[in-house]
C-alpha cells in the first residue's frame, strides 16, 4: 500500500485492504476520513481553507465489488405518498330578472333556471411528498463517493471512521490484484476567507475587489494543486489525498 496526504492538517484519509477472515478471495475496503479548516499564508497575510463538498473515487483492477456493500448507498422507495389537494367549489352566480311590462303572468320556458345561473369551478393540485435523510457519504456512479452536508455548510469533522468503503472478491485465475483510491476537491467546492488579524490585513482586503478575490481564489487553487500535481496541468481539481493497493502472487 503506496499512500500520500498531500494536506494533513486539512484532510487526514487513510485507507486499508483487509482479508477476509472466512474467504481468502474476499477483501474489505476499510476508510478512515476527517476534515477540518486550516489557515494558509498569502504574501504578509493569512487565509482559511475549507471544503464544501468531497469526491472519494476509485479505480479497480483484478476484482469486483459484491453488490449490495457499497457505504452510503439509500435505497429509494419504490413507492412513495401521493397527496391530491383539492381547494373549495367556487361558485359564482348571475341573476338575471325577466319583465313584461309589470306582469308576472307570463314568462318564457326555463325562465326560472335562467334566474339564478351558476358556474362551479374546481381546482386540482397534486403533490408528492416524500421523507429522506441525508447521508453525508453517499454512494454515486462510477465507483464514486460524495461527502457534504445537508446544508452546503464547510465540511468539518470526522466522517468515516473504520468504515468498509465496499467488500470486493478477486477474480478467477487472476493473479493480480489493484486498487488506487482518490479524495479529490473541484475549484468550485474550495472556499477561501479571509483572516482579519490587524489594520494591515483589513486595509489589504477591504480594498480587493470581487474579481481579484476570485484571481486570489484561483490563484490558491492553483498553487495546492501545484504542491501535489508538480508541473502536470492544472485541470480545475486537486488530489488531497490518493492510495494505492498491489497484490500480485
Known sequence: MNSQNSFPDICE?????????????????????RVSCSEVPLGDQECTISFQRLIISVDIEGIDIIPGTRFGEPLKNNSVVKKKTISQAKTKTKNRGWS??????????????????????TSRDTHIS?????????????????????????LDGTYMEREKLFE?????????????LCLKVKQRDLSIGQIIRNESALSFFSALTENQRRLIDIFIAKSLSNSVYGSRKYVGEIILSEFEYLHEE
Open 13 to 33: 484519509f487513510s485507507v486499508s485492504f483487509e482479508p477476509d477472515a472466512e474467504d481468502s478471495n474476499k477483501l474489505s475496503c476499510v476508510v478512515d476520513l
Open 168 to 180: 470486493a472478491k478477486t477474480k478467477q485465475g487472476g493473479n493480480r490484484t489493484a486498487a488506487t
Open 130 to 154: 416524500e421523507d429522506e435523510k441525508h447521508h453525508r457519504v453517499t454512494a454515486k456512479p462510477n465507483l464514486r463517493w460524495e461527502v457534504i452536508e445537508a446544508d452546503d455548510d464547510p
Open 100 to 121: 313584461f311590462g309589470g306582469s308576472t303572468k307570463a314568462r318564457p320556458e326555463g325562465a326560472a333556471s335562467a334566474e339564478n345561473r351558476s358556474s362551479n369551478e
